[in-house]
T-cell receptor, first 114, second 112 residues
Framework: GAGVSQSPSNKVTEKGKDVELRCDPI?????LYWYRQSLGQGLEFLIY????????KSGLPSDRFSAERTGGSVSTLTIQRTQQEDSAVYLC????????????FGPGTRLLVL | DQQVKQNSPSLSVQEGRISILNCDYT??????FLWYKKYPAEGPTFLIS?????DKNEDGRFTVFLNKSAKHLSLHIVPSQPGDSAVYFC???????????FGKGTKLSVKP
């Protein structure tokens, strides 16, 4: 079956512009997570969604970052007024339920802010 | 404050031998542990997991050991193959926390 998909695979933008990153989770997975990996670092949690519950936004680094999940499926991560330190690989994962089984990751979106 | 630590940034092993990757954690609320493998330009791939009620879980060439008293887990790969060369991440979750906490990874190189 289809895994987690993300688009775009690469994004180059200028400092100050807004970007939107998209994630399609595995069908039937109710939990969806966003992480990012900066150069030479581990994966850093950003936000997760579980069903219709309010998302856990505790990992978002600033109010320039926001995310939505429409219809319990597709999610969009938006970064407003991008900064150079936002350059990273943004990874989306999904799981059957919150803290239920393994999280399965997409290929990531490589964001470069010039 | 790192809650999950992988103290070896790299490891080199000869093909056919055992690879042992180590991971330490500090949060006693963690009750579920996972290992992921990551190739360059790809997302992490789930390898194997273990619940805190067990001390060992085996899947083919991969075995994860958990020592709760030492807050330590390890991944054994036997026999190691050149295709195992990748970055391995240890991750943990627990309590009310739904997200995973990752270590910084260990780069494994398996030499033919």
């Amino acid at each position: 079956g289809a895994g987690v998909s993300q688009s775009p695979s690469n994004k180059v933008t200028e400092k100050g512009k807004d970007v939107e990153l998209r994630c399609d989770p595995i069908s039937g997975h109710t939990a969806l997570y966003w992480y990012r990996q900066s150069l030479g670092q581990g994966l850093e949690f950003l936000i997760y969604f579980q069903g219709n519950s309010a998302p856990d936004k505790s990992g978002l680094p600033s109010d320039r970052f926001s995310a939505e999940r429409t219809g319990g499926s597709v999610s969009t991560l938006t970064i407003q007024r991008t900064q150079q330190e936002d350059s990273a690989v943004y990874l989306c994962a999904s799981s059957l339920g919150l803290a239920l089984g393994a999280q399965y990751f997409g290929p990531g979106t490589r964001l470069l802010v010039l | 404050d790192q809650q999950v630590k992988q103290n070896s940034p790299s490891l080199s092993v000869q093909e056919g031998r055992i690879s042992i990757l180590n991971c330490d954690y500090t949060n006693s609320m963690f009750d579920y542990f996972l290992w992921y493998k990551k190739y360059p330009a790809e997302g992490p791939t789930f390898l194997i997991s273990i619940s805190s009620i067990k001390d060992k879980n085996e899947d083919g060439r991969f075995t994860v050991f958990l020592n709760k008293s030492a807050k330590h887990l390890s991944l054994h790969i036997v026999p190691s193959q050149p295709g195992d060369s990748a970055v391995y991440f240890c991750a943990a979750s627990g309590g009310s926390q739904g997200n995973l906490i990752f270590g910084k990874g260990t780069k494994l190189s398996v030499k033919p």
